[in-house]
């Protein structure tokens, strides 16, 4: 579409898609890599959901942007998800989708020994989230890592509150068992 | 209950998602149950373990290129189910289109030229008409707008602030033996000031008169908060902060005006960008910018009809 043909914005809603911009993208795109294992794909779905909700700026209510966009791109994950498993159907070779994706280098440590430990640590932890059934794992990421309420998770994931809530309680339960040895009381 | 039972609730409680009654069933039983409390501190610990993980930042050229994308007109890729807003958000969205919707409707019955019979005599009355499309509407009463939003932020900020107060101290319960008082007080100062703050905003307004119609017991109940944040403000022994918290689980805070009536007359795109100007200007605009909008039917009965959008502040 031209964008001349597009109506703009007014200043106050683009604000509000600055502020948007400034406070999500991150987020956006470590919910994104987490589902998918690819922080590429992730990237363009964080950039796409972007441009959705630019797009119906004049539809959807500032205080609703959160959730709308966490939606578009959970719809993109799960669509780039279910031609994943496709594809893999088709060509079983494709060993790419199993390969873990990097975390990104944390730079608080100075000696090496620690720093070596920390990224095994946060492989673990890594390793552990994607065990998780997506079903769970959307719950866990959205509430437990995004830190969004239930109400916009439900709304997210298309489920009653209720199911939000036990999602989670199973993803906090599985988390836990997987990590064992890492948590001392 | 048995332990099992309680383990869904450690989860909620986590999110601070309990109600009260059943957060304080658990707390009793965590003060009781080895076995659970510890299952609540490994919960905490997995969390923290989780919030540990770093982020994955969008690269550096990511705005440019989103804006590139923009100005180039491309367009938005299909969005998939995007019609399908479920739930709650499909219902807020929904009265939030209905009461637009509703504005609209009565907009441009009042723009219309005068028809000789009213159909619906008790709108017209209320809503003077005006022949000439582009004047201004009567009775916008704007300036009744941000006194209203003032109240419905206040009072949602007194709620939410003594409940959660009361949420911080129910912990006190719990940790009593390893609690070091200073330190909370020194935490929790920055929500006492946001309640003191909104229990001034209510006694100023109740002074000029600009809260109507005024809730039943006000005074009675703000006083109760604001004796409430200066006994845990001044504070000397875990027991006075216990001594708090049960003043702030008596107080009935409900019948505060968390409700804004906006007339229907009000033309739509002045209301939302007046109320859009308030909140971006309100410091604590985050906490009251989740909004239900919901139409208002006329309360003396009759044909059902919008006669204004009832805004909810608070979380």
Known sequence: MNPSAQAQPDPLTLAAFHRALAEHADGLKTFATRLLRDAMAAEDIAQDAFL???????????????????RVARNFCLDQLRRRKFKLRLFRDVAREDEPEPVPVDTRHDRPEDAAHAREVQVRIQAAIEALPVRFREAFLLCEMQGLSYEDAAAILNCP?????????RARQRFKEALGDLIRV | MTCTQYQSDLSNNLDGRLPAGRRSRLLAHLAECAACTRTMRELEQARDLAMSLPAHPVSAGFRDTLWARIESGEAAPEVPVIS???GLQRVRWFLLGAAAAALLL???ELLRPPRPEPTTPEVAKATPREAAPGVTLAGIDAQRLEPAALAASAAASCIDGTRSLQSRLAEVEVRKDSIDLRALQHELDPELRRVRASVNTLRWMKRANLMQPLPPELDANLHVVERSLEMVREARSVDELRAAQRNLQD????????FLF?????DPNTFFQRLQEFYVDDPDAPHFLRMQIQIVRDPAGGEPRATGILIRGGR
């Not at chain 1, 509150?161 to 309680?169: A, D, G, H, Q, Y």
């Not at chain 2, 107080?251 to 968390?258: A, K, S």
């Not at chain 2, 906006?262 to 009000?266: E, F, R, S, T």
Request: aromatic share 10%.
């Open chain 2, 251 to 258: 107080i009935r805070i409900e019948p505060l005006p968390r």
């Open chain 2, 262 to 266: 906006v007339p229907a007359q009000l």
């Open chain 1, 52 to 70: 959705a909700l630019y797009r119906h700026l004049h539809e959807v209510p500032e205080n609703a942007f959160r959730p709308w966009l966490y």
């Open chain 2, 84 to 86: 399908s807003v479920p």
């Open chain 1, 161 to 169: 509150v209720k199911t939000v809530s036990t999602r989670l309680f």
């Open chain 2, 106 to 108: 009565v907009a441009g």
